[in-house]
């Protein structure tokens, strides 16, 4: 069988694309002290208690006709600005989750406020297309432009989705149609008649058991094929059938890391050997690793880039295809704009996914073999939304333009050095306190987790949790070192409050 | 265990909420004559082969970055309007496909032009909100008076998603929660440790094995679990894991109906025996049956009111959930806003999922039980698009300020006299003719169908099939009876041409 991605594979039109690199290397070190938003407040400001008067009325009236109770806070857009949330009572917090950390550029960004007001995007809006069959003139445009312009290194193709789940499972159908593929030896196999009358009846070998596999604690969307790879709580699973595919332990990192060098070493040779394994003796074949740079929702569980480098090597060798989920690690919150720029892999990823900071969503790739062998093999009505490419483009814009992802390089370090001298001030507060030259992603345990993110507003400050016991980082790309400065000094009111 | 739905069940807020009948019925009836677009052509006009120069070249640069092997026609959306598409080359087609059966009121529709526009909707594009947890203050309003304006009857809460598969997969996730919800006797029983454990390795009792009941030749998406209820055609479903659901025959009716009356009923009777067979004895328990009003991908097979009326009586005495997908039949087109109300069904379905013509997505439902007993068991970041909501809002707005359902039934009603016409004339090449009180949702079989789908282009027709011999039309909801007559001209000289 060929080998998945080779350098040599021919790259179409990569000479005319410039890669995301551009973005993070190129864009001139811009200080990051200048604020970008001037007309944010200069800090949180909370009148009363937290949800007020306003958002309970507004919630219950929500409520007859939609789930709430998830809700965290209803939220007047128009009077959030930059790095501010505003909630109908008139309070103003510094948000350092970020709708789940989605929000790129800031609140009301002025330059997406452009983008938005276009012709095209009034085009966009209301002539929706479906993108595989009657695409704009200009779709090509928009995506060299946009999309393809923050592609990896090496991945220069697009197959454009909705979000994080369906891009996901976009993807892990490509890797199935190209694993089914190389087993019958090639694009011009034909289907045997079996195939085409078992896969009627959901059965094999038409519809075959094979699998992906994926990571304990491990989250990569909630529909049925990426929930069968999302094992970050049961809440999450219960009661939904799932696809018999295998799991690997992730590493279990001891911090701080300086202190554990050799430990952590073998825990992670220990995974990878636990993976291989997998591949090689699970009843269902495996088809493709999936895995988060740092496992988001799971707890914010990180490994070293010799771990990943590690699966690339033994997907490699055992011929499976090897796919980053960047979906809330991507666009330029690690310091970099991919998170798995931090590897410097020996050969690219064959797929990453993206979504949130995206705004819309997706798979690239680089391998022409992973386009299916056939049309309509990968397709659906709308595949994808213009409008929110659009405003994809509009991130890319600012993100050169303001030099965002040298800011969160610049602004996380300083902000994971303030982090550091809460944890020597407040050890029990402060544990395994994680991300250390990832950008603003950073993360630490804390025995009151729950107790610290619900005082937190009454602070001025919106934050998020992630798995058992770890308090997320998850501020926009404007987030500035005035803001970090603020989050530093709240956050130690706060811990001293619960 | 109670029964999924029943008269008298709470309808929270119904007599605030108008609802989707008014659409139809209180809207006056406008004469469908007068041209709803003014600066529409007045005929096509196609001035050279299809595809163009200007296509062909534009469909080579977009290939460097995008499958473009279903590709259809690179289109010109600014020289687009009402019901007519514009090529890259000039050429104006009258669109009776209208993006997979998606756009529901024209091409730059001046209404739609405005709701894009405002700052409303600006705010929407850059502030994309997790839904679940920080909804905007305005949300409620935006549902109340857009997607829940247009509820079917009996169902005023809805589960806003992104497309028809997620539509679909999350109504099979609210299925399957509540299913064994009443297993365990009802929301306040807690889940047992098995459980919690088992889910985390994808297996039971925590990820059951349970079943969604769908229909051969069916279409209900294409992710994995959507793709495991879709039957429609193999190219869907090869290579692709699938859960071990089971499949009903749909009715094959013969036609013309009127010529086949007991023979289409002892057909139904047949069909619904095995409907009822499979629930009691597949060995995956059934959570719910999920069909189309009106098999769209699958050939546009169509069933009668006493069909459906009989399925919701097998599912009441069974008690398994009925969902029906109004993805492709929704908002309009059938003569009536949802095509179920063509059913006078004893009681509602307990979901109805919608995408494509409303440009946003969901599932309505009535039955509070419905909503998990816990937060964040029906869960995702962005949960939809309010951009795309305010978008549908518009849409139901165009529907009653020109009264478009009825024009949709008026108008069907006249193009299927013509077509009924032409039938006799050439019958070879118009058999089983369907779609009668159905509005413009009209198919009919021919020999030589991809032939006439692809030679319509010339004749100035954009027109689509569906399963293996049908062809399917799906015009806009402001087809009107001057287009209707051009059309019929149209097909006349295309079928003399093939």
Known sequence: ??????????????????????????????????????????????????????????????????????????TDYNQSVGNYIADLDGNKLLDVYAQIASIPVGYNNPHLKEVATTPEMTSALINRPALGNFPSSEWAHILKTG?????????????????????????????????????????????????????MNNAGPGSPQLSILSFKSAFHGRLFGSLSTTRSKAIHKLDIPAFDWPQATFPQLKYPLEDHVQENAAEEQRCLAE???????????????????????????????????????????????????????????????WAHDHWNLSSPPDMVTFSKKA?????????????????????????GDPARALIFRGIINEVERLGLVENTRITGDYLYGGLERLAEKYPQHF????????????????????????????????????????????????????????????????????
């Not at 604020?35 to 937290?50: D, K, L, M, R």
């Not at 804390?446 to 949790?465: E, M, Y």
């Open 1 to 74: 069988m060929a080998s998945v991605f080779r350098a040599g594979t021919r790259l179409r039109s990569a000479a005319r694309l410039p890669a995301a690199r551009s973005l993070s290397t190129t864009a001139s070190l811009r200080a990051s002290e200048k604020p970008y938003f001037p007309n944010e407040p200069t800090a949180p400001s909370v009148s009363g208690a937290i949800p007020g008067p306003k958002n309970q009325a507004a919630a219950a009236e929500l409520d007859e006709v939609f789930d709430v109770r998830s809700l965290n806070m209803l």
């Open 147 to 199: 999309v393809l312009r923050a592609a990896p290194k090496g991945l220069d193709q697009v197959f454009t989705a909705m979000a994080g789940s369906d891009a996901n499972e976009t993807a892990y159908k490509a890797a199935f149609m190209y694993y089914r593929q190389m087993q019958r030896g090639g694009p011009e196999v034909e289907f045997t008649e079996e195939e085409l009358l078992s896969t």
């Open 275 to 337: 993976v291989e394994q997998l591949i090689k003796e699970f009843h269902n074949p495996v088809a493709a690793v999936m895995v988060e740079p740092i496992q988001s929702e799971g707890g914010d569980n990180h490994a070293s880039p010799a771990f990943f480098q590690g699966l690339r090597d033994i997907t490699k060798r055992t011929n499976v295809l090897f796919i980053v989920d960047e979906v809330q690690t991507g666009v330029g919150a690690t310091g970099k704009f």
């Open 359 to 383: 705004q819309t969503a997706g798979y690239y790739y680089g391998n022409p073999a992973l386009r299916p062998n056939k049309p309509y093999r990968q397709f659906n009505t709308w595949m």
């Open 431 to 498: 544990q395994n306190l994680r991300g250390k030259n990832q950008g603003t992603f950073i993360a630490w345990d804390t025995p009151k987790r729950d107790q610290l993110v619900a005082k937190a507003k009454s602070f001025g400050i919106n934050i998020g949790g992630s798995g058992a016991s770890a308090v997320r980082l998850r501020p926009m790309l404007v987030f500035q070192k005035h803001h970090a400065n603020i989050l530093l000094e709240k956050l130690e009111q706060i811990i001293q409050a619960v």
